[in-house]
């Protein structure tokens, strides 16, 4: 009787049920995913391509492609994540310029602690930290990213719903920008200068929908940021701050130890009106795997 009530107490405390299960597409629920006391290991893909084109100039091409690999451990009172990602990024200008980096990103560390759980709710308050592992020269990294959120998740009979707030602080970082051209050579002369990124605010909501035996599941996800103006050694970059709305359906599957996503990101803002802060794409395909062990 002593060790049923305990283990109680412990999926109140925690907000999750004792079994892995299902998560959104693009973002962190409150309940662990893990469960109270288990092992995630994975691997996931974000491909994003967008095209730019304006009278009279070359047209753009630029794809990110990340992969990042993942351990996600549960225990009864903290979920915990480590994220490497390997990155690849590549920008045409047509008859003009090529540019084509890869790497290992900035590493991703995310922390979360359940704060109420129930039945049919559970609410938990997060943190996701972004170490500047990565080259900034290539594109593939930034400053030190601090993110910390509120999660909520409900069970509604036929589906979950799952909402997510945040505020992310984007540190400065260092970045050798082109400040003037050699008159002799035509060389275009570099300097370090100081980047200070837009801070970003962030809201998420979700549905996911259990079908086929609750094997697949089909998921919507709205995503909405709003990022503050970035500067470039001390001056406000023009048109760098602004607002994005992303759609995202996709369909997840978990069976037995193994599970998979994958989704579709729609940006819903007009590409003129994209601020240059966030993250830019024309559409972009985001998934992974990964395989579950209790402990």
Not at 10 to 22: D, E, I, T, W
Not at 40 to 49: L, M
Request: with cysteine.
């Amino acid at each position: 009787m002593l060790k049923k009530l305990s283990l109680l107490v412990c999926a109140m405390l925690v907000g999750s049920p004792l079994l892995a299960q299902a998560e959104p597409i693009a973002f962190d629920q409150a309940a662990n995913v893990t469960g109270m006391t288990g092992i995630e290991i994975g691997a996931e893909f974000d491909y994003s391509y967008e095209k730019i084109e304006e009278e009279g100039q070359s047209a753009v091409e630029s794809t990110v492609n990340d992969i990042p690999v993942f351990v996600r451990l549960g225990f009864p009172v903290l979920e915990a994540k480590i994220t490497i990602p390997y990155g690849s990024v590549k920008s045409n200008i047509e008859a003009a310029q090529e540019e084509n980096y890869s790497g290992i990103r900035d590493i991703g560390i995310g922390l979360k602690t359940g704060l109420l759980g129930l039945p049919v709710f559970n609410l938990a308050l997060g943190v996701n930290f972004t170490l500047p592992t990565g080259d900034p020269e290539k594109y593939l990294g930034e400053g030190l990213d601090f993110y910390p959120f509120l999660a909520a998740d409900m069970d509604i009979m036929f589906a979950k719903l799952h909402a997510n707030v945040g505020y992310e602080y984007r540190g400065e970082y260092d970045k050798e920008e082109p400040v003037d051209v050699d008159i002799n050579t035509g060389e275009i002369i570099y300097d370090p200068v100081k980047i200070k990124p837009g801070d970003g605010t962030h809201w998420r909501l979700g549905v996911e929908v259990p079908t086929g035996g609750d094997i697949f599941t089909i998921h919507a996800e709205l995503l909405g940021s709003t990022y503050g103006e970035v500067k470039s050694a001390g001056q406000v970059l023009e048109d760098s701050a602004g607002n994005t709305m992303t759609f995202i359906p996709g369909i997840s599957l978990k069976k037995g130890i193994f599970k998979a996503k994958i989704g579709y990101a729609i940006p819903l803002e007009v590409q003129d009106d994209r601020p240059t802060a966030a993250p830019r794409y024309d559409w972009r395909i985001i998934g992974g795997a990964s395989l579950c062990f209790a402990f």
